[in-house]
């Protein structure tokens, strides 16, 4: 099983709706969990973290489910400006360990006037 | 606003030839990173420093050395290119370890592309 799994999309979506996609990771020990966003040809740059209790900023809400071992992320009222690739990242070494982080590959999504 | 600088922003290599990566942070971090990031691939770690004179490898460190002498600059060394080191490289920082969700911020890239 990969460590950190995510649809590669790209999912096309009306500017307005919501969107939904999911992450998993193989190694149930993981302790942080983030949502990048990724512009076309520029550095990735954290959107939010993601905690056991949820997160909501905004218009995207972050969600951990632990037992199923899988992080979500879902965008209301879709902006243009929404277009990018979000990448799923996950600290799979307990204690924080500097090269824990994994990245997933991404999810690119467009958004559609 | 400086945060993390990564010099040059592009760069094609002939194979076999060297050149070091340049990288610098103003946030007084203790932790600097190297990843590589090739076509629809996740960011892998090539090499990470948790201080001034430490380094450690990552996942892919082959092909590439590193130092990090100060704790603002943290240089990556192509000693002999080769094709598959044709990648975007980033940069990255954080202000210690990643335990409680500590942010980690990228540089802008370097394109690398080895002919």
């Known amino acids: 099983r990969k460590e950190v799994e995510q649809d590669p999309g790209p999912f096309n979506v009306p500017e307005g709706a919501t969107v939904a996609f999911n992450c998993t990771y193989s190694n149930s020990a993981s302790q942080s969990f983030f949502w990048y966003r990724q512009d076309c040809r520029k550095e990735p740059k954290l959107l939010m973290s993601v905690y056991s209790s949820g997160n909501e900023d905004g218009r995207f809400t972050a969600q951990l489910n632990r037992a199923s071992q899988y992080i979500s992320l879902l965008i209301r009222d879709s902006k243009l400006s929404d277009s990018a690739t979000y990448l799923c990242v996950v600290n799979m070494k307990g204690g924080g360990g500097a090269d824990g982080l994994t990245f997933g590959k991404g999810t690119h999504l467009i958004i559609q006037p | 606003n400086a945060g993390v600088t990564q010099t040059p922003k592009f760069r094609i290599l002939k194979i076999g030839q060297s050149m070091t990566l340049q990288c610098a942070q103003d946030m007084n971090h203790n932790y600097m990173y190297w990843y590589r990031q090739d076509p629809g691939m996740g960011l892998k770690l090539i090499y990470y420093s948790v201080g001034a004179g430490i380094t450690d490898k990552g996942e892919v460190p082959n092909g590439y050395n590193v130092s990090r002498s100060t704790t603002e600059d943290f240089p990556l060394r192509l000693e002999l290119a080769a094709p598959s080191q044709t990648s975007v490289y980033f940069c990255?920082?954080?202000?210690?370890?990643?335990?409680?969700?500590?942010?980690?911020?990228f540089g802008e890239g370097s394109w690398l592309t080895v002919v």
């Open positions: 990255a920082s954080s202000e210690t370890d990643l335990a409680s969700g500590n942010t980690i911020y």
